[in-house]
């Protein structure tokens, strides 16, 4: 199974600072059509997750462009350009380039 | 307005059963595959199993295999995990999501099952 490390566990923001988040896989996401299967969800408490970007850098429908994601291969990133109250929750990265999909153990953001 | 609203969650004790059924509404549910997807209490996600749109292929996590099995009915707008000789270690709530076959977009409430005697 693709093993997905996520880096830090835990993050504690002043609002309107930035924040990044890390994900690590343990082999390249990049499919031989170009696509990298690569993902970021976003679980408030007490919700389910919540797609935020598709394929590394691309956001989902509806949210901020505070949001990016970048990266490539075996190494991306999620970053906040100014974190706001509502974006407290537990972000998890995730793969689909083969089953089973891996999820990265998840950052817990908190605002300060 | 998209709706997945699961069902069936219970406490259970261990080598017992249980359906569990989601229910879907505006998301064109026969032409998508579908995911199951749990979260053991206060840990992460783990993809459980999916079934592609008319129910032929399906496609389960190594934990699951033999115990568990993930159904549809189309007319019903209806998916389904069936749970075999259920373990401790399969407590979580367990979400149904829409799978776009490399992401999950959509996504319930869940349904919280529980083993222990």
């Known amino acids: 199974d693709i093993v997905v490390t996520q880096t830090p566990l835990s993050l504690s923001v002043t609002p309107g600072q930035p924040a990044s988040i890390s994900c690590k896989s343990s082999q390249s996401l990049l499919n031989s059509d170009g696509k990298t299967f690569f993902y970021w969800y976003l679980q408030k408490p007490g919700q389910p997750p919540q797609l935020l970007i598709y394929?590394?850098?691309n956001r989902f429908s509806g949210v901020p462009d505070r949001f990016s994601g970048s990266g490539s291969g075996t190494d991306f990133t999620l970053k906040i350009s100014r974190v706001e109250a509502e974006d407290v929750g537990v972000y998890y990265c995730?793969?689909?380039?083969?089953?089973?999909?891996?999820f990265g153990q998840g950052t817990k953001l908190e605002i300060k | 307005e998209v709706q997945l609203v699961e069902s069936g969650g219970d406490l259970v004790q261990p080598g017992g059963s249980l359906r569990l059924s989601c229910a879907a509404s505006?998301?064109?549910?026969?032409?998508?595959?579908m995911s199951w997807v749990r979260q053991a209490p206060g840990k992460g996600l783990e993809w459980v199993a999916n079934?592609?749109?008319?129910?032929?292929?399906?496609n389960y996590v190594d934990s699951v295999k033999g115990r568990f099995t993930i159904s549809r009915d189309n007319a019903k707008n209806s998916l389904y995990l069936q749970m075999n000789r259920l373990r401790a270690e399969d407590t979580a709530v367990y979400y149904c999501?829409?799978?776009?076959?490399?992401?999950?977009?959509?996504w319930g409430q869940g349904t919280l099952v529980t083993v222990s005697s």
């Open positions: 079934i592609n749109q008319d129910g032929s292929d399906e």
């Open positions: 999501a829409r799978d776009r076959e490399t992401l999950f977009d959509y």
């Open positions: 394929e590394v850098s």
């Open positions: 505006g998301i064109s549910f026969s032409g998508h595959w």
């Open positions: 995730m793969q689909s380039m083969q089953l089973p999909r891996t």
